[in-house]
Every structure is written in C-alpha cells, then in structure tokens.
DNA sequence: GTAGGTTACGATCAGCGTAAGTATC
DNA sequence: GATACTTACGCTGATCGTAACCTAC
C-alpha cells in the first residue's frame, strides 16, 4: 500500500470527483486518474465507482478511505509534533552539570530558559565533569556543563562538541586571621610551609602543579570535592585551599578569607553536546542560556 | 511530512544504523542517508545522533517514530483487509431480487455462496427488476435479479450492465377442470372467451402483446403481481393467467393445472451490476452462484 | 583494515502534463 | 456542446547507485 497514493485517493473520496481532487491538488486529472488506477490494481478491487457526475466509493473504498483518513490524522499529527519541537513550544533539555555551577549560574539559565520558552521542560543532572560528558555520550543528558583547569587539556569525547562558555576565577582560601590574608599580594611561594585541603581529582592535579611550578610540593593532609566541607576544614584552621569562585558564590563560610592570587588563571568553563544536538533547538536555547546567565 | 520517508525513517531506526536500514531495504547507505537527510531538513530538527556504531534517536526522533510505528501499523491493516475482500474472507454483497426469484433461486445461490465463500456477507433485497435497478444505479444494492419478457426491450441505465444467466418458462395457468386443461395442446386463441388475471404491469403489457398477437384483447378482471394470490383467484375459478416456471416452483395452489403453451417464449433472466463492480470479487462469486442456481 | 557515515554526481524510472478519445447528459 | 473519465506518450525530476572521502576504533 502506497501511502501517498492512499492520500490522493483520500483526496478523490472527499472531493467526490477525479477532476475535482486534481483541481484541488493542482494536477491535472490523468494524473489523479492514474494513481486512482494502480491503487486499484494493487487492491485486486474497484474503489469507486465511476458514474456520470463524479464517483462513488464501493465497499473496498470505503474500507480504505478510513485508513487513509487516520494516515493523514497521523502525518499531520507528526508535522505539528515537529513542528513544535522546532519552535521550542515543548520538549525537554537535559543539563548535566557540576555542583557549583549547578547551585550558581545553572538555576540561573534554567531561569532564563523558562522565561524565555515555557513550554520547554529543563531537567538538570549534577555530575562532575567526567561522568557529565559520559552521560551526554550515552545519550542520558543533552548538555553538558564542564569546566577545565588553566593548563588541563582539553578534550571531549570524539562525537562530541565543546562551547567555550565564560571563565571561573581561582581563589585561594585562607582561615581568617592567616597570615596571609591581610597581606598585599599573595604569593603562592610563601604558602609552601602550610598545609593543604585537596578538592576533586582535577583539582588536585591543578593545585599540584601550580605548587610545583611554584617551587614546592604541596603538604595535602585532606581531600574534599564538596565545597561547603572544604571551606569548613580551612575555617577550622586544617589547612589552606584553592576554589573556584563560582564555589564561593555558591556558598561562602564566614570563618574563611578568599584572596585573589595574581598570575593563577581562571579555569575555563564549558557546555559539550553531541555536535549534531548543535541544530536542536532546544540544545542552542540552553547553550544561549548557559551562556547569558555566566555573562549576566 | 513525506509518509515514504517517514517508513525509511522508521526502518533506520529499527535497524540501529543507517547503513543496515539499507540492507534491509535492499538500497545503498547514501539513499537511506539522503532520505533521512530530507526528513531532518524538512522536520527542522536532527533526528539521529551519528554515533561510531551507529545511530541513536533524538528526541524528536522518538517522536517521531511513534507515527511512523502507526503509519505502518495503518498501511499493514489496510492491505491486509483489501486483500481479504479481495479473497473473498469478507465484504458484504447486496443483491436485489423479484419475488418469485427470491423464493428459489436466489437462497439457492446464497446457500451456494455461503458454502464457497462462508465470510462473505449476503444480504437480499426484494424489489421488482425497475426498483432493482434503481437501488443499483444509486448503490444501495450491488446485484439485481431482473426479469425480462420476450419480445421486450431490456435495456439497463447507463454505467450498469446485464449479462443473461437463465431462462423462465411462462406457463398458462387454469384451474383444475377448465375446459384446456386436459386437451391435447393448449393454444392461446382457444382461449380468447376467458377472463385474465393479469400480474405486474410488465407482465400485463406481455400478455395483452401475445393476445393480440393471437387476434383478440384479453379481458382482464383481476391483476396482482403475488403469485400465491394470483393461483388463488385462479383457483376459484375467476379467471385464468400466464405464471412463470419460478413462480410455480415457489408456490403451486393445488386447485390450478399449469400447461405449457407451444411457441410461448421463455422470459430471460438477467444479473445486473455497475460496470466496474465486474471486477468486484464478491459481485463476480455473486454472479456465478446465481448463474450455478438456475442451471444446477 | 573495518565499520559507519557524507558529499557529489550521473542515470533511471516514477509520475505529471499534453493530446486525443469514449461515454453520458 | 459540456462534463467526467481513460488511454497513450513524452518529458521532467525525484531518487537511487557509484565513486570518492571522512571519522572512529
């Protein structure tokens, strides 16, 4: 069965002639009249019968011009379907993103987002950025946010595109009253007798090297990805750290001084989507807010 | 939305890649590939992500393959169910049939049809050959029965066609004791003294045309087109009449003698269809069980 | 290399238009 | 003659195949 000749038939059955529903489909109707052949043919049975003013259904035709009509119910039904989804005038966005820009500048673009599209449903997924990228590979997230370290390299699984979407600046975090936190400037070589709370895997991999460029292995005696934790252990005076200032918008602990340190690079941030998500409309949408809420 | 593309779509998505969607379909991958490429153009939305090992559906293109699951689904159903009218596993067939037809041949030829074809739906009407015709011409019935007179011009409206399947023999009809009834053979003119009773308004214009064949005006007294009330008023003797065979073989009142006149030609039996309900297999299996009734 | 996919382009065939013919009113 | 439809046939364009190329593993 030929669906698109099924809809010419349909198109005969409403119009009540040949010549008629080639008038309103613009054809000529030999055209029309041929379709009406070979799916008469393909049938084995007359679907209509041709009488002076124009035609007839027979019981065949009558039978198929209900499923014609539930075809084109269907085709329409798809059409409009897409065609929302186009316009954003529903479906959903999946963002994966890590805590800190989950508790900061995501709700923010969420925000965004839902003004801006209402009928778009945006659920956000926390994980660091590893297992965010891993969830967009597998197709469990459209979105990821990630964020990458001055010096780490880069790189996104193959399939994968990377948007550079702003930066996070770095701060060391001191216990009040520290030495340093009242200094003039900062240095990272005069902070090479204290002791030091570690952060996510990355993060530490950050730290160590910027130690060593610096000229001193860092003495990490605590290890903690949870921002609140960390800051609490340098409140308590364990230890000193390096965060991210998206961590300390999120939350900031009042027994710690964050400083800025010159020369530390702000680590870059990121949202990664399957590089054919590029052309969803929903995906540019949450790119666009993902960008204007870090800009804003 | 193109409804072919959308089954290609669908096939794609059921086979996981694109290129084995082309070897189920028996194409190459750039067709499949440029298909699916018309969909996402037209769509305005990717509909796959090309993964390494092949493909994996938007959102939109679960979505879509909703309908495209339901086109399919629709077009199975619609081809399986003009195949079965086309066999002959179901489908309703009218037939419009003249009493005297309807009381013998006709349920011959249904119970004829219904040990051939035990889907088929059969359903009688009763209506006297003009009536027949008409509930044909405006398709409220797909077969008649009719009757035709000798000597009468059997024409059928346009865009209907009669093919002959039998012949009627007319039987004078006397009551029991009337003076023909035991003579050696019966001719018409012997009869010219005797009151008529007449049938339909066809058969009247029959028996007044053979009487004035025979040189003289039939005095006619009563008319009925029932058979059973036309043997009855014969019966008592109140006048004598021309009865068809089938009449007969329905019903035969015992107070009347039936005779064969000599030279009295037969009335032709005739099915009566659209042109193109020729290729109808109901009507064609119709057509023949009525034909198989009247010569078995 | 193998597997999956795309782009570019040529060739073929489905399908529409034109023209001519049939049938009914 | 007007209307409705069919048949015959030519031409155009959608669509499929071939070839070349890209990417990932």
Redesign the interface.
């Known amino acids: 069965?030929?669906?698109?000749r099924?809809?010419v038939f349909r198109q005969i059955a409403r119009s009540g002639s040949i010549g008629a529903a080639a008038r309103v489909l613009g054809w000529t109707q030999p055209a029309v009249s041929q379709h009406l052949r070979h799916l008469e043919r393909?049938?084995?049975?007359?679907l209509?019968?041709?009488?002076?003013r124009g035609i007839?259904l027979?019981?065949?035709g009558r039978?198929?011009l209900g499923?014609?009509d539930?075809?084109a119910t269907?085709?329409?039904?798809?059409?409009d379907?897409?065609?929302a989804?186009?316009q954003l005038e529903g479906?959903?966005v999946r963002l994966a993103a890590f805590p800190s820009a989950g508790a900061t500048v995501v709700p923010a673009a969420m925000s965004l987002l839902a003004a801006r599209h209402p009928a778009l449903d945006v659920r956000l997924l926390q994980a660091e950025p590893p297992e965010a990228l891993e969830l967009v590979t597998v197709?469990e997230a459209d979105l990821a946010v990630t964020f990458a370290h001055d010096g780490q390299p880069f790189t996104v699984p193959?399939?994968l595109v990377a948007l550079p979407v702003g930066e996070d600046p770095v701060r060391l975090v001191l216990p009040n009253g520290h030495a340093q936190a009242e200094a003039a400037a900062v240095d990272l070589r005069s902070l090479a007798a204290d002791r030091w709370i570690a952060g996510c895997e990355r993060c530490t991999a950050h730290l160590e090297r910027l130690c060593l460029a610096a000229g001193f292995t860092p003495d990490i005696r605590h290890g903690s990805d949870d921002y609140v934790v960390a800051q609490s252990l340098i409140a308590h005076g364990l230890g000193i750290g390096l965060l991210p200032q998206l961590a300390l918008e999120a939350f900031h602990n009042p027994g710690v001084t964050a400083r800025e340190v010159p020369g530390l690079r702000p680590r870059a941030l990121h949202v990664v989507h399957?590089?054919?998500?590029g052309?969803?409309?929903?995906v540019r949408a949450a790119v666009r807010a993902v960008r204007d809420a870090i800009a804003g």
């Open positions: 069965m030929d669906a698109h099924l809809l393909q049938a084995g049975l007359p209509v019968l041709r009488r002076p007839q027979t019981e065949a039978t198929l499923h014609a539930a075809l269907r085709l329409h039904a798809a059409a379907e897409m065609n989804l186009a479906g959903t197709g193959s399939g399957h590089r054919e998500a052309r969803t409309p929903a």
